[in-house]
Every structure is written in C-alpha cells, then in structure tokens.
C-alpha cells in the first residue's frame, strides 16, 4: 500500500469553478501535510503546510485534513486559468512521501 | 534572495557514463534533499544530507549512485554507469532546520541514450 494515494485526474473545470483536490494516507502517525503545485517542466513549489488536523486558509486556497478518515483536501476558489498545473499533496517527515500528483487544467 | 539552484538543467549521457548533478541551497539552509521523479510518476525521496554528513538514504539505490554535501561548495549527486531506466527529473530541495518546509530546485533533467 502506498503511503500516500492521489487520483491522477486529469481534471478539467471552467474558469471561476471550485476546485477540490484529494488526498488519502494510511500511516495514522503523520502529522504533517503538504501541497505543493507544479508547472509543466518546473520544480515544485509549496502552496500549503498543515499540522495534525483543521483547516488553514490562504487566499484562494484552504488546505483541509480529517485524520480520523486520513483524507487531506485542496480547495481553490474562483480558480483561473493560471491554476493550471499539477498539485502534488504530501506527507512530512525528513524526507517527503508524495502522491503521484492531479493534473487540473482550467479553461478559460 | 536567490532559490535553491540546480545545474546543469539538461543533461545528456550515454549508456555507461558518468552523470553529476549539482544542488546550492538556499542561503542559510544547511539540509539537503535530492529526489526522483520518473515520466508519469511522483516525486520519490533518495537521499538527505546535512553539511558533510548522510542523514538518510534509504531511497538511494545500492548500486552507482552516491550523494555528498562537503563542508565547502555545492551538494552532488553522482551516477556511475548511466542505464536508459537513470533517464528522470532530479531534484534538490533544501530547508533550514532539517523541517518539514522543503524548497525544491528547478531540476536536472536527465537523458541516457
């Protein structure tokens, strides 16, 4: 079993939709939970940071974690085309544990 | 305040070759971690390093490939007798405090013909 699992989408909205990115882990210990996005042909780049479980909002973006289902969320409002990218969720430790990434493309 | 910075970007190696691929940190930042994605796959750990030391390796394989991070100079990973299966995207990241937070470099993107 993976440690962390993530549908590979791809997923396609328009312009201003609600987008919603998930995530499921399977070691309860985890603490520590990150998304990071990234363009074609770039390196990552971290969006969100979050510990144990809640939410924790910035800007357009809400990163969300239910530990009791393991589930870790995304969420963009009003998303714009510039969103177009490949979201990578993770599980903290010394060394990083990535899903394998949702590809969103929004249209304009 | 500069990123973390990889070269070379691109790198082309035959079969048999030798490849090396360079990491600065970010300034301040004393940890290094290189990672591995392959087409259509996620970012996979291999190794990471404090200033002249291995912390973790345990995604390194056994054999040809190497990391070091000297007291002096950039982080290098080294792979000896590129394979078609070494062909990826190699990224560095770096952090503070050995923390969660990890920066990642642009990548080296590697080719072995």
């Known amino acids: 079993q993976k440690e962390v699992e993530q549908d590979p989408g791809p997923l396609s909205v328009p312009e201003g939709a609600i987008v919603s990115l998930n995530c499921t882990y399977s070691?309860?210990?985890?603490?520590?939970f990150m998304w990071y996005r990234q363009y074609s042909r770039k390196g990552p780049e971290l969006l969100m940071y979050?510990?144990?479980?809640g939410n924790k909002e910035d800007g357009r973006f809400t990163a969300q974690v239910d530990k009791s289902s393991k589930y870790i969320s995304l969420f963009i409002r009003d998303s714009q085309p510039s969103d177009s990218a490949t979201y990578l969720c993770?599980?903290?430790?010394?060394?990083?544990?990535f899903g394998t990434g949702t590809r969103l493309t929004v249209i304009p | 305040n500069a990123g973390v910075m990889q070269n070379p970007r691109h790198l082309v190696r035959r079969r048999g070759q030798e490849a090396r691929l360079r990491c600065s940190p970010m300034?301040?930042?004393?940890?290094v971690y290189w990672y591995r994605q392959l087409p259509e796959e996620g970012l996979k750990f291999m190794v990471y390093?404090?200033?002249?030391?291995?912390?973790?390796e345990s995604g390194m394989p056994k054999e040809r490939f190497s990391a070091e991070f000297p007291k002096e100079g950039p982080s290098i990973l080294r792979i000896q007798q590129v394979v078609r299966g070494d062909s990826a995207a190699y990224f560095c990241?770096?952090?503070?405090?050995?923390?969660?937070?990890?920066?990642f470099g642009p990548g080296t993107r590697l080719t072995v013909l």
């Open positions: 990241a770096s952090s503070p405090d050995g923390g969660n937070e990890q920066f």
């Open positions: 070691n309860s210990a985890f603490q520590y």
């Open positions: 979050t510990y144990s479980s």
């Open positions: 993770a599980r903290g430790a010394n060394n990083l544990f």
């Open positions: 300034k301040g930042h004393s940890h």
């Open positions: 390093l404090q200033k002249e030391n291995i912390i973790d």
